[in-house]
């Protein structure tokens, strides 16, 4: 169900922005330092503008996800050796004590 909910929202999302770049055909021109121009349509200003920020987004966490799983990676190690552990002092013998 969630599959399907997020399969709608992603048709949805693509018609809306199709729909934006037809609507939004005309041509800007954008002023970049160094005397760099760029002239094209306004859709693809956006859609460059926002792919740049998807990517920024994702180095920005890169750090913090590979910091997780170094974490994760410590975590299981450590469950591993807990759960051989309990193993170990299942195999013991009890010893009657009178």
């Given at each position: 169900m969630k599959r399907i909910f997020y399969t709608v929202l992603a048709i949805l999302v693509l018609l809306i922005g199709?729909?934006?770049?037809?609507?939004?055909?005309?041509?800007?021109?954008?002023?970049?330092?160094?005397?760099?121009?760029?002239?094209?349509?306004?859709?693809?200003?956006?859609?460059?503008?926002?792919?740049?920020?998807?990517?920024?987004?994702y180095i920005a966490s890169l750090r913090t996800v590979?910091?997780?799983?170094?974490?994760?990676?410590?975590a299981r190690k450590e469950i591993r050796q807990i759960e051989q552990e309990v193993i170990n002092l299942r195999a013991l013998p009890i010893k009657d004590v009178i």
């Open positions: 199709i729909a934006f770049a037809v609507l939004n055909r005309q041509i800007v021109e954008l002023n970049y330092y160094f005397g760099l121009k760029w002239s094209g349509p306004l859709s693809m200003a956006l859609l460059a503008a926002f792919a740049f920020g998807v990517v920024a987004g590979v910091r997780m799983q170094r974490q994760l990676v410590q």
